[in-house]
């Protein structure tokens, strides 16, 4: 699954220096996709907006590319509905690539060692076609 997911984020990484996408995920969360990003406003007692997607770029405009986390808290007033509090979180994209291609790498690798003919898949010492490894006595 990761090896599906590590290329399509890394894609949507890059592509988020050009390109923006909105989406409501609760009707009080919602996910932007922007400068490297994924920023999530969480707003209370709910959002402005309602589960709409929309995309658009950047072009014009600097695009301001974030490579690290932060998150902040902002209070302000709207309308009737009298005050909001909004909380954003910014999760840097490429740490979740990392995070996802790192653990598909590790996994991958846990995978060939173990399928690795000949060796013992709990010590790695050659033990051919052997049932039970004479260094650690590991039973295949
Ligand atoms: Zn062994």
Known sequence: MGTVITPLLLA???AS???WAV????????????????HIYWTEPRSI???AFETGDVAGDTPEFNWWFDSY??????GPGGVRTQREVDIPIWFIVLLIGGTTAWMWWREHQRTRPGKCPNCQYPIGT???CSE???RL
Do not use: E, Y
């Open 23 to 38: 989406c409501s995920i609760t009707p009080q969360a919602t996910l932007f996709v922007i400068g490297g990003q994924f």
């Open 136 to 138: 650690c006595g590991h």
């Open 12 to 14: 949507l990484w890059i």
């Open 130 to 132: 052997s049932a039970v």
């Open 73 to 78: 808290v902002t209070r302000f007033t709207m």
């Open 49 to 51: 907006r309602d589960r």
């Open 17 to 19: 220096g050009w390109w």
